[in-house]
């Protein structure tokens, strides 16, 4: 499966982005999709994940309640809807893919194996 993830821009603080992970190639609904971000000098992180099966979502505790992650499975799309966002929120988004991932697994990069170019946020006032 192949990604691409668009969306990305300047934004003041309080502002609010969406971010989508266009996906090609594969039996999309069946895949887990998740979003990382990496900001300049710090390891990617997790932000937030949606389950390929039954559409469960998880998110990082920064995440909660500010950002909102959805699938469209008819135009193998994901979204990403960042709100309230803060100068911290800066950096190169990305959205990867995978199978038979389990709920325990869904905040590891590791466990994706499909990834796309990443998109970049920057939070500025």
């Known amino acids: 499966v192949q990604l691409q993830a668009s969306g990305g821009g300047l934004v003041q603080p309080g502002g609010f982005l969406r971010l989508s992970c266009a996906a090609s190639?594969?039996?999309?609904?069946?895949?887990?999709v998740g979003w990382f971000r990496q900001a300049p000098g710090k390891e990617r992180e997790f932000v937030a994940a949606?389950?390929?099966?039954?559409?469960?979502?998880y998110y990082s505790d920064s995440a909660k309640g500010r950002f909102t992650i959805s699938r469209d499975n008819a135009r193998n799309t994901v979204y990403l809807q960042l709100s309230s966002l803060k100068v911290e929120d800066t950096a190169v988004y990305f959205c990867?893919?995978?199978?038979?991932?389990?709920?325990?697994?869904?905040?590891?990069?590791?466990?994706?194996?499909?990834w796309g170019q990443g998109t970049q946020v920057t939070v500025s006032s």
């Open positions: 990867a893919a995978g199978q038979r991932l389990i709920t325990s697994t869904m905040t590891f990069a590791t466990s994706y194996g499909y």
């Open positions: 190639g594969g039996a999309f609904r069946t895949y887990s």
């Open positions: 949606t389950k390929g099966s039954g559409g469960s979502t």
